[in-house]
């Protein structure tokens, strides 16, 4: 499947070919390069998800196109985590999900994300019931479509890691484990939200 989008951004990286590199700030040699196109491995991969998403559409094969295009920068977000990390994603957290995986070593994700747009019992996350970005392995906890409705779990999720440690009791968690909860910007008007925010701050205060 060739897009537009994929021949133009081919043709405008070819004529960047021979161009005089213009230093941005101090190199930090192949090792933060290398890096830097594993996160955009997991940028295109996300972009191309969608287009996937349509195509199947289209074709009668799939049933949800609501994509991350525009998102793509969830993947920095991920390499600045570990995968232990847990994660309860907003729905166009796509690039995210890609480079989480690619730091736990999971291979299929790609294909774990087009099960559920074709609403497969084969996805390994819903069995088909829903498309959703979810992994055990990965900490990526499934959501609802529900808007908002992550964040208090999200909120708990932070709070009993900080209790378990404190009560010695055990946790699936590393003791210091970062929780991350991403939604849209409207989710962030939502009673749920500005709930869960208020117990966030709250508890930090404590
Ligand atoms: C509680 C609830 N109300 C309404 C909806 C319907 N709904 C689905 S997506 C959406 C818009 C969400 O906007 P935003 O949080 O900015 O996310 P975006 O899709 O723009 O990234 C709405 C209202 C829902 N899923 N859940």
């Not at 951004?9 to 830097?36: C, D, H, N, Q, Y």
């Not at 498309?131 to 709070?159: C, N």
Request: charged letters at 20%; proline letters at 5%.
């Amino acid at each position: 499947m060739t897009e537009l989008l994929d021949e133009m951004f081919t043709r405008a990286i070819e004529e960047m070919r021979g161009l005089e590199r213009t230093a941005v700030g101090p190199s930090k040699g192949p090792e933060s390069a290398r890096r830097l196109l594993e996160v955009y491995d997991a940028q295109l991969g996300s972009r191309h998800l969608d287009l996937a998403a349509r195509w199947l559409q289209v074709h009668g094969r799939g049933y949800y196109t609501i994509g991350s295009s525009g998102h793509e920068g969830n993947a920095a977000v991920a390499a600045a985590l570990r995968p232990t990390d847990p994660a309860l994603l907003h729905y166009r957290s796509g690039a995210f999900f890609l480079e989480r995986a690619r730091q736990g070593g999971v291979t299929t994700a790609l294909r774990d994300v087009l099960l559920g747009v074709v609403a497969s019992t084969e996805d390994p996350i819903s069995g088909g019931r829903h498309k959703v970005f979810g992994s055990r392995s990965l900490a990526v906890i499934p959501q609802t479509s529900t808007i908002a409705s992550h964040l208090p779990r999200a909120v708990g999720v932070a709070f009993s890691i900080h209790r378990a440690r404190r009560l010695g009791v055990p946790c699936p968690w590393p003791s210091d484990a970062v929780t991350i909860c991403s939604f849209g910007d409207a989710s962030a008007d939502h009673s749920t939200a500005t709930g869960a925010i208020n117990a966030a701050i709250q508890v930090g205060y404590q």
